[in-house]
């Protein structure tokens, strides 16, 4: 139809991420969101009490390594650009999974300090933080590190559940999806004449979006499940 937009979002956060270009909102008279963290109770904190959690963590557990599960691609790099704008300088310790995309990061311009991968260093790492992807926190590589403090980064730790399922010591809410605000607050800014919601929690969504003004519908795509913050995690390692 003439003049009829439609806005195919994907997955996208509001928040500040120091390493990559922020969400671009887009007016148009349709606009199809994703809502993974689609429901009141997912309102994820500040990054930075996050990342403070983690060095308060170094702090009270100096004789211990702090592993850290981090998607390779976008979640490690935000993770470490995070802890540097903290204040932290230390060197940080990788996975091998992580050193190209590190380095393909950089080449960007995006500074991430000074880091390693574990394979060049030969220590305990007691009192270091290691990145790793969550596969490897979850397999025998894992075992070379002292007494460990298991951390893990993804919008999925605020369910504690899932926290105690993965055996998290030190959850770390740090999400590539928008909470409840910032799909709401997405919402009001663009005020599309239509919401379609697809790979979440549509229900609540939808009727806010209702409430508000806004026609909504769910879109049922098949295979899409909200296993974890971001399923791409195996093919990039």
Known sequence: MNG??????GDYKRRRDPTCVGFEPVPSDVFITEATFGLPVFRHPPDSHE???LIHSLQQFPERAHLVGAYALGKAQRVMK????AGYDETIYVHGALEKLNRLYESFGVDLGSWQTVSDVKADFAGKIVIAPPSAIADRWSRRFPDPVGAFASGWM??????????????????????????TDTLTELNPTEVWITHGRDDALSRWAEINGMKARALHLVGYEEEDDEPVEEAVE
């Not at 995070?82 to 704008?85: D, I, P």
């Open 4 to 9: 009829f937009t439609i806005t195919a979002s």
């Open 51 to 53: 990342i403070g959690k």
């Open 82 to 85: 995070l802890l540097r704008e």
């Open 158 to 183: 605020s369910v504690r559940a899932r926290a105690r399922q993965r055996g998290v010591e030190l959850p770390i809410i740090l999400s590539d999806h928008a909470d409840w605000d910032e799909l």
